[in-house]
Each structure stands twice: as structure tokens, then as C-alpha cells.
């Protein structure tokens, strides 16, 4: 059963502060994202020891009070809380594999897939440690800052997110999703999905109007309003997900979308844009349709993905 925590960083940082010193940890990994985190965490006063193959890029911090490693194995026999956020999956298991993990708990912050967190997971507990998968939802620039909004998914070993909860919330806000280690990269990479999908409607809308002289600038409000109009729907499918039934509250059905199709194809004809962002979804929906689910929205093409 997945469960889901969210913190703020400036909440929970300054109740932590009022009652334990800052705990000290070690970050393996200073790219964009890396040194982000540690320039949160050093602001914050934790103790920090640091690693990257690249060592001149820990310099800056070693000047603002971080401990320098000269290898990952070293940074990881520092401190008990290790974070690593390196470039990818072999990175980490590289920068892994030479330390010795016992007793460690160990927070991998690269995204990949449910199924290697899981492998990783597996491995890491294996050597002795606890572990624990994030999925960041913010950019560089937002890290440490709450007003923006950042937060990480965490998923794994709930007594170490419980143990660290205050250490982990500096930088970002937490969102604890489950104890199955895949769960932060699942819902990590299922919410980027759905921004890939918004950037290829945005797209579309863009070239549409591209070559008519309608001003861009003045269209985007108009484009950016109805999105989020739109994102009532988001409660409405997940509503009929839950209790099967995709007729219920219907005002468009399936059937009457699927004939309004021509119309958007022959106007991408027409204004010379190629509709390949939009046929594999109007496919998908013709095969819902010939399914005889005329009555239904839209919610059942998303069980054709699950076939």
C-alpha cells in the first residue's frame, strides 16, 4: 500500500534545528543537482563530506566548510547517511562498489527505472545497509528553496526516511510513496510522462498558428488557461479508474470525439503541420471506440496501454 508524506524543507529544518544539532552526511556526486544539494545542506549547517570524480568541482565547497574525499569509499566511511546523485545507474554502482556498506544507510537520488531500484535495492541491503530510491521533481535552481515548490519522492526503507526525514527535507520537501524501493521512480517518471505529453500538445498548438499572424506572446495565455482548465480532469479519470465505470458523468463521449477527428486532422493539413503528435492517441481512441464503448470518455484507452 503506498503512503504518501509531504513535508516542507523550511518547517521541518528550522523544528529540527530548535532541538538536535545539524547531522552530518556524505554526497557523492557535485554535477548541476549535486552541488545544489550540498550548498543547501552546508547553508543549513550540516556537516558535509563530499566526493566527485572530477575533484575540482569540490573545491567551491571546500571553501564554504565541506570535507573533501579522495575517493567514494572514503566519503561513504564518513558519515552514516550517504546521498549519492551522480550522472546515471552505472556511476552509482561504480562509486558503490568499493565501499563498504555495512551499517550504512544509503539515499540513491538517480532516477531510472522501478525495476533497477529494485535491483539496487536488493544489492545495497544485501551488503549490510538500508536503502532508500528518490525521484527529484525540481530543477537545480529550486533546490533549497521552498517557495518554488521542489520535493523528492522517497520510497524504500521507511525507518531510515523516518531516522533522516529532517536531513532529506533541507533541500527539497519529501513526498514518502511506499516501502517498495521502485514506487519514487514510478511516480517520478509517470508525472514526467505526462509533462512529455503536455510539451507535444503545447507543440502542436504552437505550429498551428505559426504561420498565420497571430502573435504567439498573445496566444500563450489563452493556450496556458485552458490547460489548466483542463486538469480537472486528471480527479475525474482517477475517480473512474477506481470504481470502473467509464460512463458515469460523461459529457463528452468517446463516440462524438472520435468523429470531431477529422476536423483536427484536414486543419493540420491545411496549415501545413504534421499531426504525428496527435494520430497514436486519436488510434488508440478509434480502437476504444470499435470496442463499443461509445458511451464512455476517454478513461478506457488508457487500459488499451495496460494490454
Not at 505529453?197 to 495565455?221: C, K, N, Q, T, Y
Not at 463528452?252 to 470525439?257: G, V, Y
Request: proline share 5%; net charge negative; glycine share 10%.
Amino acid at each position: 500500500m503506498t503512503d504518501t508524506t509531504a513535508d516542507t524543507a523550511s518547517t521541518t529544518a528550522s523544528t529540527t534545528a530548535s532541538t538536535t544539532p545539524p547531522a552530518p552526511l556524505t554526497l557523492l556526486g557535485l554535477g548541476t543537482m549535486g552541488a545544489a544539494l550540498a550548498e543547501a545542506w552546508l547553508a543549513a549547517g550540516h556537516p558535509l563530506t563530499v566526493w566527485n570524480r572530477t575533484a575540482a568541482r569540490a573545491e567551491p565547497l571546500a571553501a564554504r566548510g565541506a570535507a573533501v574525499a579522495a575517493t567514494a569509499a572514503g566519503a561513504v566511511a564518513a558519515n552514516g547517511l550517504v546521498v549519492v546523485c551522480l550522472l546515471d545507474d552505472d556511476s552509482v554502482e561504480e562509486a558503490l562498489a568499493g565501499a563498504d556498506l555495512r551499517g550504512k544507510d544509503v539515499v540513491n537520488l538517480v532516477t531510472s527505472t522501478p525495476g533497477t531500484a529494485r535491483a539496487r535495492a536488493a544489492r545495497v541491503t544485501g551488503r549490510g545497509a538500508r536503502y532508500l530510491d528518490g525521484g527529484i521533481m525540481a530543477v537545480p535552481p529550486m533546490i533549497g528553496v521552498p517557495e518554488a515548490g521542489p520535493y523528492v519522492f522517497y520510497s524504500g526503507s521507511r525507518e531510515l526516511f523516518e531516522e533522516h526525514r529532517a536531513v532529506l527535507a533541507v533541500p527539497a520537501g519529501t513526498r514518502y510513496v511506499g516501502e517498495d524501493a521502485g514506487f519514487a521512480a514510478l511516480h517520478d517518471v509517470a508525472l514526467l510522462s505526462a509533462m512529455y505529453g503536455m510539451f507535444a500538445g503545447i507543440a502542436h498548438a504552437f505550429a498551428l498558428v505559426r504561420a498565420e499572424s497571430v502573435d504567439p506572446v498573445g496566444f500563450a495565455p489563452l493556450l496556458s488557461s485552458w490547460l489548466t482548465a483542463m486538469t480537472g480532469s486528471v480527479a475525474a479519470t482517477a475517480g473512474k479508474l477506481a470504481t470502473g465505470d467509464y460512463t458515469e458523468g460523461v459529457v463528452s463521449n468517446l463516440a462524438m470525439q472520435v468523429a470531431g477527428v477529422p476536423t483536427f486532422l484536414r486543419t493540420a493539413e491545411e496549415q501545413g503541420v504534421s499531426a504525428e503528435l496527435l494520430t497514436p492517441y486519436f488510434g488508440l481512441m478509434a480502437r476504444r471506440l470499435a470496442e463499443g464503448s461509445a458511451e464512455e470518455d476517454l478513461t478506457g484507452v488508457i487500459d488499451l496501454l495496460r494490454r
